[in-house]
């Protein structure tokens, strides 16, 4: 098993630029394939970006692609997703996701075996 725990959200205003981190417990954390979601509200939740094991491969919702980064220090047991020109469309609850089965799984099964609780982005206009 394994436990996450978001962290970096907050308040920004548009244009501007904000770095998640996903802290994971356990020694097997190269294991897992990792991925950020989202939930806005009265909105289902959405898959924002992913990165396989070994961080040797990245995906991303088109709504993010460019202005977003994932990348993953396994040494530090930790996930980042770094977001740059932010619009007040993503705020929303971002959620940290892992799956031991890959990321392909992750993306088509709308999410992996273990969550995080959840941080909440804002951003204003």
């Known amino acids: 098993q394994v436990q996450l725990v978001e962290s970096g959200g907050g308040l920004v205003q548009a244009g501007g630029s904000l770095r998640l981190s996903c802290a994971a417990s356990?020694?097997?954390?190269?294991?897992?394939?990792m991925g950020w979601f989202r939930q806005a509200p009265g909105k289902e939740r959405e898959f924002v970006a992913g990165?396989?094991?070994?961080?040797?491969?990245?995906y991303y919702a088109d709504s993010v692609k460019g202005r977003f980064t994932i990348s993953r220090d396994n040494a530090k047991n930790t996930v980042y997703l770094q977001m740059n020109s932010l619009k007040p469309e993503d705020t929303a609850v971002y959620y940290c996701?892992?799956?031991?089965?890959?990321?392909?799984?992750?993306?088509?099964?709308?999410?992996?075996?273990?969550w995080g609780q959840g941080t909440q982005v804002t951003v204003s206009s």
């Open positions: 990165i396989s094991r070994n961080g040797a491969s990245t």
């Open positions: 996701n892992a799956d031991i089965k890959g990321i392909i799984r992750i993306i088509t099964h709308g999410g992996g075996d273990y």
């Open positions: 356990g020694r097997t954390f190269s294991s897992y394939a």
